[in-house]
């Protein structure tokens, strides 16, 4: 198989491993649903923060699920050996299948423009969730650092905080493919 | 063929494995012999990319396995474990397995039909039993047709029946030309089925040679193997 | 049962996650004095801080983290597989065949998390205190001891919470997200009480009112905020057992 067709194989079989996973779908139907009811409330400044929780939450079970029981990393590992490839391969896969996700849920919450945010935020999440591998830390780390965290730092050290989320998103893979490239599976 | 080569491993503060080199070579089955702890599945790891060896070399045909652009072509490996997420179906497992490899979806039926899984195949892998759960980890190894067999402690978790099918299969394969090297510390078993055998004990190669030589003047491949590894006292 | 809950105070303390929740609940809150110090110092001499005697308490809701988290990870943690190699090999199979008698197996997990907490809770808010006193010393008000007591069974109540949630959806994840996104700037509790007054009465805010003063629009007497949230962590709780009799391991 020549390198095209190797990514494009590795690309497949992460969509296929994200389209059948039940937990996935679960969590953007909740993500749909909150999101349309909360808009109900008529929130100023909109719904959008809700959603955006939805798309960590499958950010970081997108790819913590390789870790869960049954041992799949080294099914994954064994069936496509060169891990920068297969890192990069869950990433591409992920934001191709959620970006129409991430799209109805940012009509869903009046603000169609931040697709791509959501989709940034998603890939931070499941790069995390490579470097973390379990689910409930990683979690607790990304909506921590979302939630909390960010606010805080958005008042008090606001230089920071205008860094934009692309480069947050990127600095974090370019760690996790890193780590995830070089230890022991 | 599978070439390793004075590989070491070393984790943390301990060295795992100490200049491990065997060969196993087509159309024979290889029995990997050791108590348990012994550097087996640490060996097959390294063989297989997953863990990083400090020292040495371990190649499948020539090249390490992530160096094969299609791996599961030239070789297919059972690990413990069925290494399928336990929410998925076993044929939506099989469905990315193959995608990976460029591998036709015809392959993910047929190897579902080859293990008897088929009628299965839409259960969730968390639902299967011990034993199923093998059968699926086989069918993952047998998807690409691999010329090349790896597994650690095949028929454990598997019922009677299942140990005399695996034997027969894993037979087969090597008369059909495979190489197949399986890890095993169940004597009886690899006496039935190895035609070479090695012996491996903290972390060092202790016996390698054919069945017969490795048995050698003991009565039986378990005096042999306990003669070579029990040395300091009860080793299980 | 003291076995048992000492087998359980064991087993959480075992957990990695566990300790960082914790460290960092500890750490954070006095962490987070030091930062917001000139801008506090600020607010107070304009005179546009609310209540000073709320100061040091509102610093320590980031420590509540780590009641979270333990709540969490004392549940989670038996769900969890054990390793890679065996993917039913979960803890509570172990677990249910030491104390096979789940009421009280629950009792006493229930009573290894509620030391645990009530420690850290005890030590965060001991610490985040003395230090606001440190630092904003004359421009606020000691705090008074019921309020300390009143933020500390807070903490506890809120780490029991997460237990029960947990318990009851059998996945942390779930949980974390919830608490979590609850005591941040966007809760979703509090978005409520702009629909209806009564959601000031949902566990997690209710609690608050024990010892913060200024807790959104509606005021509830600190006993009554007590008595509602125990009410909810205790039917919570209820339920979970009920659950967690019934269904298989």
Do not use: C
């Not at chain 2, 005399?164 to 087969?172: E, P």
């Amino acid at each position: 198989m020549t390198g095209p067709r190797r990514v494009a194989g590795a690309v497949h079989a992460e969509a296929i491993k994200l389209i059948t996973l039940p937990s996935l779908a679960l969590t953007v139907a909740l993500t749909w649903a909150l999101t349309a009811l909360l808009g109900l409330t008529g929130r100023p400044g909109g719904v959008l923060v809700y959603t955006q929780v939805g798309f960590l939450v499958l950010g970081v079970l997108a790819a913590t699920h390789e870790y869960q029981g049954g041992g799949q990393i080294r099914a994954s590992l064994l069936a496509v050996p060169r891990r920068p490839l297969l890192a990069v391969a869950k990433i591409v896969a992920l934001a191709g299948i959620a970006a129409p996700f991430a799209l109805v849920a940012a009509v869903l919450a009046g603000r169609p423009g931040a697709t791509g945010g959501l989709l940034l935020d998603l890939v931070l999440a499941a790069g995390v969730g490579m470097l973390v591998k379990h689910s409930v830390g990683a979690t607790g780390l990304v909506l921590t650092a979302y939630e909390i965290v960010s606010p805080l730092v958005r008042t008090h050290l606001p230089e920071v905080a205008r860094l934009p989320s692309s480069a947050w998103t990127a600095a974090v893979l370019l760690v996790a493919i890193a780590i995830f490239a070089r230890r022991e599976a | 063929m599978i070439t390793i080569d004075g590989v070491t491993k070393i984790r943390g503060r301990t060295r795992i494995l100490h200049e491990v080199s065997f060969t196993a070579r087509p159309g024979r089955v290889t029995g990997f012999l050791g108590p348990n702890g012994a550097g087996k599945t640490s060996t097959l790891r390294v063989l297989l990319g997953l863990d990083r060896p400090q020292a040495g070399t371990a190649l499948i045909d020539g090249r390490r396995y992530a160096d094969h652009d299609r791996p599961l072509t030239v070789a297919g490996a059972l690990l413990d474990g069925s290494g399928a997420h336990r929410s998925r179906s076993a044929r939506a497992h099989l469905r990315w397995v193959a995608a990976s490899n460029g591998l036709p979806r015809a392959r993910v039926e047929e190897v579902l039909d080859l293990v008897g899984l088929s009628a299965d195949a839409g259960k969730r892998a968390g639902r299967f039993s011990l034993g199923m759960g093998r059968r699926l980890g086989l069918a993952t190894a047998l998807l690409g047709d691999p010329p090349v067999l790896i597994l650690d402690e095949p028929v454990n978790g598997l019922d009677p029946a299942g140990i005399r099918w695996m034997r027969t299969f894993l037979r087969d394969s090597a008369a059909t030309g495979r190489t197949v090297l399986l890890s095993s510390h169940l004597m009886g078993e690899l006496a039935e089925t190895a035609d070479d055998v090695v012996i491996i004990d903290r972390g060092r190669v202790v016996a390698a040679g054919t069945l017969a030589e490795v048995v050698g003047e003991h009565a039986t491949l378990e005096d042999a193997f306990l003669d070579r590894t029990a040395s300091e006292g009860v080793s299980w | 049962m003291v076995s048992l809950v000492r087998a359980e105070l064991r087993k959480l303390l075992g957990l990695r996650t566990a300790w960082v929740g914790m460290v960092a609940g500890l750490v954070a809150a006095p962490a987070l004095v030091f930062v917001n110090a000139p801008a506090t110092r600020r607010a107070l001499a304009d005179g546009t801080w609310g209540d000073p005697s709320d100061l040091g308490f509102q610093s320590l809701g980031i420590g509540l983290l780590g009641a979270m988290i333990l709540g969490v990870v004392a549940v989670s943690s038996e769900y969890t597989s054990t390793g890679e190699d065996s993917p039913d090999g979960r803890q509570l199979i172990t677990t249910l065949t030491a104390a096979p008698r789940r009421h009280r197996l629950l009792a006493a997990k229930g009573a290894a998390l509620t030391l645990v907490v009530a420690v850290q809770g005890t030590l965060t808010a001991v610490a985040t205190l003395g230090l606001v006193e440190m630092v904003h010393g004359a421009a606020i008000p000691s705090p008074a001891p019921a309020r300390v007591a009143g933020a500390v069974l807070y903490w506890v109540l809120l780490g029991l919470l997460a237990y029960a949630i947990t318990l009851i959806f059998r996945n942390g994840v779930v949980t974390l997200t919830v608490l979590i996104v609850n005591s941040s700037m966007v809760s979703v509790s509090y978005l409520l009480t702009k629909v209806t007054p009564l959601a000031a009465y949902l566990p997690d805010i209710v609690g608050a009112h024990m010892f913060l003063r200024d807790v959104g629009d509606v005021r509830i007497a600190p006993v009554t905020a007590g008595l509602v949230m125990t009410a909810w962590v205790a039917a919570l709780l209820g339920l979970a057992a009920w659950l967690f009799q019934r269904r298989d391991a």
